[in-house]
């Protein structure tokens, strides 16, 4: 019988459905394309963060943003990480690692938060490109956290949809409504939770990172330094 792995792999590559179609249009990228990722998690760890200690000290190096890259990667992506990252404009992820063009697989939406759409954003790219790593990133001051801390305090609602963020993130974030520094407490606390909530809600993340093909880490950006910090 055929394992859950294989299965799903089939469902990407059967032709004729939907998720066979999505397969063809992101084949296999070029071997020039892939040959220098890290393959991994470790290796792909020490990647971003050399990447992000070349950003800090101001000596990006812009790799893979060239004409050339751009044709090599145009046939087919071979990401060495996927990134879960909040949707703030100073905290892109191509620009704090000095990675480029096919490097990242970024899902991106304010807070960080892992719902059903990017799960299965994120578990399309573990399938289809085995990325040996997944970065969940939040960051200082992140707006989603305050917001959600004053909503708490003050028993009030956000307008619109982003009240559907502020859900998401209240029972992570309440306990640190009356601490002194609790937007940097609910910041790293978002953080882990959206990491373990990731391993428990994904049997196909889970499954990667108890055979050690995956890691799965969360990490805090520095709005301030630009310094990216390895919390778990």
């Known amino acids: 019988m055929m394992d859950s792995s294989l299965r799903r792999r089939a469902l990407f590559t059967a032709g004729g459905a939907v998720a066979g179609s999505i397969a063809l249009a992101a084949t296999a990228a070029p071997a020039s394309a892939a040959s220098d990722a890290p393959t991994t998690p470790r290796a792909a760890l020490k990647a971003l963060l050399d990447g992000n200690r070349r950003f800090v000290s101001g000596h990006s190096r812009h790799p893979h943003q060239s004409v050339r890259r751009l044709h090599e990667v145009a046939a087919g992506q071979h990401p060495f990480a996927v990134l879960l990252g909040c949707a703030d404009s100073r905290v892109s992820p191509e620009l704090l690692f000095d990675q480029g063009i096919g490097d990242l697989f970024d899902d991106r939406v304010a807070g960080n938060i892992v719902d059903d759409l990017l799960l299965g954003s994120m578990e399309y ?17 992140c707006g989603a956290v305050s917001a959600t801390l004053n909503a708490v305090a003050n028993n009030t609602t956000a307008p619109g949809h982003i009240q559907t963020i502020v859900d998401a993130l209240r029972p992570i974030v309440t306990p640190f409504v009356n601490a002194p520094d609790g937007v940097e407490q609910a910041v790293r ?8 909530a990731l391993i428990a809600g994904s049997e196909i993340i889970r499954e990667k990172v108890e055979k050690r093909e995956m890691a799965v880490v969360g990490a805090r950006y520095d709005l301030d330094t630009g310094l990216v910090t390895v919390l778990s």
Not at 126 to 136: C, G
């Open 189 to 196: 606390a978002n953080i882990t939770a959206q990491v373990a």
């Open 125 to 141: 790219a573990v399938e289809e490109f085995a990325p040996p790593l997944l970065v969940v990133l939040g960051h200082e001051r």
